[in-house]
């Protein structure tokens, strides 16, 4: 069975600084694996993914991520966060159609002046 | 281009009750499912279809029941409402045709059972 996990339930960064958030995962095959973020009373929104091809994926809003095989990992990274990036992320599995997706229990991001 | 569209946006059940939650997609996808979200556990597949009159059991699919008439909707119903299924519901839509997608999510209901 597909698994994920995202080992930070919340991370606290101030703004301008780097960001990583972790995720790792279990499955069988090749897998698509996403990115989604939540804003408060908000639905997803998908930040990026990964299908197949290139490992490091650029996403929306200056996100990115890389896939790493060897790891089973698919971290999420921004150069230097906005106050507006404050939300939770979620980090999620998939295969075939997508019908059945995987998801972490995610993490909140606060963002500090 | 409206997308994933679920009604109602909030609700309030007693205990006992009925209801469905309605999602509709006009982005002729295949694939539509439903999830439900509790703090700190993500989102839980409840229900899936792949195709008109062809829908499955997800990880959480107790007191739910789904069906597929449309390729546009995909409603969910609980059958005896209950306090442990206050959640937020997500429905999600994928998969046009052969081409790879991403699951796209509908804004939620909020429900409340008291």
């Known amino acids: 069975a597909q698994s994920v996990t995202q080992p930070d339930i919340h991370i606290t960064v101030s703004e301008g600084a780097s960001l990583e958030l972790r995720c790792n995962y279990s499955?069988?095959?090749?897998?698509?694996l996403f990115w989604y973020v939540q804003s408060p009373g908000q639905g997803l929104q998908l930040l990026l993914k990964?299908?197949?091809?290139?490992?490091l994926v650029q996403g929306i809003k200056g996100f990115e991520a890389e896939f790493k095989r060897s790891q089973s990992s698919f971290n999420l990274r921004k150069p230097s966060v906005h106050w507006s990036d404050a939300a939770e992320y979620f980090c999620?599995?998939?295969?075939?159609?997508?019908?059945?997706?995987?998801f972490g229990t995610g993490t909140r991001l606060t963002i500090i002046p | 281009n409206a997308g994933v569209t679920q009604t109602p946006k909030f609700q309030v059940l007693k205990t006992g009750q009925s209801m469905t939650l309605q999602c509709a997609q006009d982005?002729?996808?295949?694939?539509m499912s439903w999830y439900r979200q509790d703090p700190g556990m993500g989102l839980r597949l409840i229900h899936y279809?792949?195709?008109?009159?062809?829908?499955d059991q997800g990880e959480v699919p107790n007191g739910y029941n789904v069906s597929r008439s449309t390729t546009e909707d995909f409603p969910l119903r609980l059958l005896s409402a209950a306090p442990s299924q206050t959640s937020v519901y997500f429905c999600?839509?994928?998969?046009?045709?052969?081409?790879?997608?991403?699951?796209?999510f509908g804004q939620g209901t909020r429900l409340t059972v008291v």
């Open positions: 990964y299908f197949s091809g290139d490992t």
């Open positions: 499955y069988g095959a090749t897998p698509y």
């Open positions: 999620a599995v998939g295969a075939g159609g997508n019908e059945k997706l995987t």
């Open positions: 279809s792949v195709g008109a009159g062809i829908t």
């Open positions: 982005m002729n996808h295949e694939y």
């Open positions: 999600a839509s994928s998969y046009l045709q052969g081409v790879k997608t991403e699951a796209f």
